[in-house]
Structures are given as C-alpha cells and as structure tokens.
T-cell receptor, first 110, second 114 residues
Framework: GQNIDQPTEMTATEGAIVQINCTYQ??????LFWYQQHAGEAPTFLSY????GLEEKGRFSSFLSRSKGYSYLLLKELQMKDSASYLC???????????FGTGTRLQVFP | KAGVTQTPRYLIKTRGQQVTLSCSPI?????VSWYQQTPGQGLQFLFE???????NKGNFPGRFSGRQFSNSRSEMNVSTLELGDSALYLC?????????????FGQGTRLTVV
C-alpha cells in the first residue's frame, strides 16, 4: 500500500525552530514535495527533494533520506504568519500524481 | 503569468444533482490533476490528465469523471451528488512529469451538498 505519515499538530514559539517529520511508504518514488496551506487557501509550493540530502531555501529547509523513507521540513526564525498546515507529498514514477499526507497543522505563538 | 484558475469558487447543490467544475492551467502546462480535500481525509487524488488523456485515476466511484481539452483546460463532473461529496476540490497544473517541476494549485472550488 501507499502511506504517508506526519504529525497532526505542532506548536512552537515565534523566533524558534521547528522540524516537521514525514515518513512514507510508496510503490514508486519520483520526488517529495512540501506545501504550505493557510486556512481557506490553496496549497503553495515550498520545496522539492528527489536526491538524498538537504535543500535550503531561506528560512525553510527540507531533508530527504530515500533509504529510510523519511523527510523533514525545518522552519527557522518562526513568524506568526508561518501558522498554517504543512503537507508532505510524494510523486510516484511516471506520473504527476501526488500522494499527500494528512498535513501537520503548525501554530506559532508569540 | 496567470496562475491556475478554477471556477466557480463556491457552489451549493442538492443531493442527486450533478455538478461540473472547471480548471484552466497555467499557460504552457499540459498536466492537470484534480484532488478532493476534506478535513478528515486530507488531499485525495482524483485524476490526472496529460494531453487530453487520463493517465491516472484515484479510488473514487464512477460518479466522478473528468476530461481535458486540447487547450489543456480540464473539467470534472460529479453526478448524483451525495452529502459526503461536500469538499474543497483542487486542481493542480504542472509543466512536465520530469524533474523538479512542482504542481501549482488553484484556489479551489468549495462544493457544499445539502
């Protein structure tokens, strides 16, 4: 079967660092995506990993280990506007289909 | 350039009716995917179209169907609506299946079935 797991909810303090983990078991793998979704809005692309290692983009970084079926999204210098749901998604082989986790709702407190 | 456009943004239908939702991808994008998002299930894959052909289909009943036109615009149709079909329907377009081409999502159509 295909399964993507991530924590349901997380809380953090403004200015802190938070790591959102994602583990996956899929029949094929052609990349892992992280999306941010604010309530009532469309998901917006944050990062893409297809090779093992860390990809850094400003305050956001994403890590992938294909052998462990594991990824994390690291958010630094948290801001209130980072309160949102963070969706982990895996793309299978020869397809644009994305399999999504149920999302991690992050609340940032002052 | 314009993003992914979905129409309508909001829709209220009664049980038993049918509905058609529209998605216009980003110019030049030929791949369009549809997803259903509900609070309990998260984002669930419905279909994927590329160059007017359905490449993939999710685990939804036959009441859910879709198509893609030669200009890459896509429509999805739900017949005999049920209360459980109430959800946010999201369309995503991407350039190609290869490489780090991310999917860009539209704002979605929020369907309420009463």
């Amino acid at each position: 079967g295909q399964n993507i797991d991530q924590p349901t909810e997380m809380t953090a303090t403004e200015g802190a660092i938070v790591q959102i983990n994602c583990t996956y078991q899929t029949s094929g793998f052609n990349g892992l995506f992280w999306y941010q979704q604010h309530a009532g809005e469309a998901p917006t692309f944050l990062s893409y990993n297809v090779l093992d290692g860390l990809e850094e983009k400003g305050r956001f970084s994403s890590f992938l280990s294909r052998s462990k079926g594991y990824s994390y999204l690291l958010l630094k210098e948290l801001q209130m506007k980072d309160s949102a749901s963070y969706l982990c998604a895996v793309r299978g082989d020869n397809t644009d289909k994305l399999i999504f986790g149920t999302g991690t709702r992050l609340q940032v407190f002052p | 350039k314009a993003g992914v456009t979905q129409t309508p943004r909001y829709l209220i239908k009664t049980r038993g009716q049918q509905v058609t939702l529209s998605c216009s991808p980003i110019s030049g994008h030929r791949s369009v995917s549809w997803y259903q998002q509900t609070p309990g299930q998260g984002l669930q894959f419905l279909f994927e179209y590329f160059s007017e052909t359905q490449r993939n289909k999710g685990n939804f009943p036959g009441r859910f169907s879709g198509r893609q036109f030669s200009n890459s615009r896509s429509e999805m149709n739900v017949s005999t609506l049920e209360l459980g079909d109430s959800a946010l329907y999201l369309c995503a377009s991407s350039l190609d299946r290869q490489g780090d081409t991310e999917a860009f999502f539209g704002q979605g159509t929020r369907l309420t079935v009463v």
